[in-house]
């Protein structure tokens, strides 16, 4: 099994930053695409930002030019540079990646996770 843990959620006033890590670990054989969404309550969780293996990236329209994805492939890590942050950026933020798991017999086999979410707070 995999499992993705993330840090670096918190308070933070309007304008000022906050970088989350997502550590991968497990039965990992290569991790895909890596990527963070948000959710509010009664809301979709929506997508922040994606990272492919290949470092290609994407962005939901709300954070272009403020947040920045990034990944570690050595550290099976992806982060999320928060900047310029705005109250309603508060959610809960979760990490997702897309796996290709070891099974204990070797096979392999693509799986999706996600973390346990952090909590960011932005106040005005």
């Known amino acids: 099994q995999v499992q993705l843990v993330e840090s670096g959620g918190g308070l933070v006033q309007a304008g000022g930053s906050l970088r989350l890590s997502c550590v991968a670990s497990?039965?990992?054989?290569?991790?895909?695409?890596m990527g963070w969404y948000r959710q509010t309550p009664g809301k979709e969780r929506q997508l922040v930002a994606h990272?492919?293996?290949?470092?290609?990236?994407n962005y939901g329209d709300s954070v272009k030019g403020r947040f920045t994805i990034s990944r570690d492939n050595a550290k099976n890590t992806v982060y999320l540079q928060m900047n310029s942050l705005k109250p309603e950026d508060t959610a809960v933020y979760y990490c997702?990646?897309?796996?290709?798991?070891?099974?204990?017999?070797?096979?392999?086999?693509?799986?999706?996770?996600w973390g346990q979410g952090t909590q960011v707070t932005v106040s005005s």
């Open positions: 997702n990646a897309d796996v290709r798991v070891i099974a204990s017999t070797a096979r392999l086999y693509d799986s999706d996770y």
């Open positions: 497990g039965s990992i054989f290569s991790i895909n695409a």
């Open positions: 990272i492919t293996g290949g470092g290609r990236t």
